[in-house]
């Protein structure tokens, strides 16, 4: 059955790959799989038929025959439980890349999430001076931790799996900071998930579908 995932009609980057889409088109192109696009503008996204799919109203979403889904954790995990190449074979290696995939989501993302609103969405805020070192400093903290933890390794834990590749789209949304390079070794790591020739394909269809169409309107 042919899958078919969501994304931005017109994604806020401009298709430089911080969508979430991306992450599920990463993990389509390390397993193989063909897939859909189908884009959502910002007005469906909030419409029934979008809802029906999506509860919150967001992108991804995930269709494969009578299976829906939303949430790229979700849906990075369900590709990786089913196709080879993201999950290790080794039962204890399995659930410690999905620990990961857990951590990427849980621990790592949302100080990186709260800089972009402290930044962009409460910039002219009176708190938001304030408060935006404080995130920072969040951010850094995880980021020491992290990189103690990869050490000299290619890869959280072994070999590439879908932790790295969570891990590495959410470090992403740091690049425009600067603040990953004060962590020279996160930052050769995500160059080396970049490196990878699935992210890059992933890359490339995403800046494909936001500059191959003009904009709806």
């Given at each position: 059955m042919t899958i078919t995932i969501t994304a931005f009609e017109r994604s806020p980057d401009g298709g430089m790959g911080l969508a979430r889409d991306?992450?599920?088109?990463?993990?389509?192109e390390e397993a193989g799989q063909p897939y859909e696009v189908r884009p959502v503008s910002f007005s469906a996204m909030k419409e029934?038929?979008?809802?029906?799919?999506?509860?919150?109203?967001?992108?991804?979403?995930?269709?494969?025959?009578?299976?829906?889904?939303?949430?790229s954790g979700a849906i990075v995990l369900h590709v990786?439980?089913?196709?080879?190449?993201?999950?290790?074979?080794d039962a204890n290696a399995r659930v410690r890349a999905i620990a990961w995939m857990f951590a990427a989501l849980n621990?790592?993302?949302?100080?990186?999430?709260?800089?972009?609103?402290?930044?962009?969405?409460?910039?002219d805020k009176p708190?938001?001076?304030?408060?935006?070192?404080?995130?920072?400093?969040?951010?850094r903290s995880r980021l020491a931790q992290l990189s103690a933890r990869l050490g000299d390794?290619?890869?959280?834990?072994?070999?590439?799996?879908?932790?790295?590749?969570?891990?590495?789209?959410?470090?992403?949304?740091?690049?425009?900071?600067?603040?990953l390079n004060e962590?020279?070794?996160?930052?050769?790591?995500?160059?080396?998930g970049e490196a990878r020739p699935a992210y890059k394909r992933a890359f490339a269809a995403q800046l494909a579908f936001n500059t191959a169409r003009p904009p709806a309107g």
């Open positions: 991306t992450r599920v088109r990463w993990a389509l029934p038929a979008h809802l029906a799919v999506h509860p919150f109203g967001q992108i991804p979403t995930y269709e494969e025959s009578d299976l829906v889904l939303f949430e990786a439980s089913r196709h080879a190449g993201l999950l290790p074979d621990t790592v993302e949302p100080p990186i999430l709260e800089l972009v609103t402290v930044k962009f969405l409460e910039g708190w938001s001076k304030d408060r935006l070192p404080l995130v920072v400093d969040r951010i390794a290619d890869w959280l834990d072994g070999a590439f799996s879908a932790g790295d590749l969570m891990m590495v789209s959410v470090l992403l949304r740091l690049k425009p900071s600067g603040i962590f020279p070794g996160l930052a050769a790591y995500v160059a080396r």
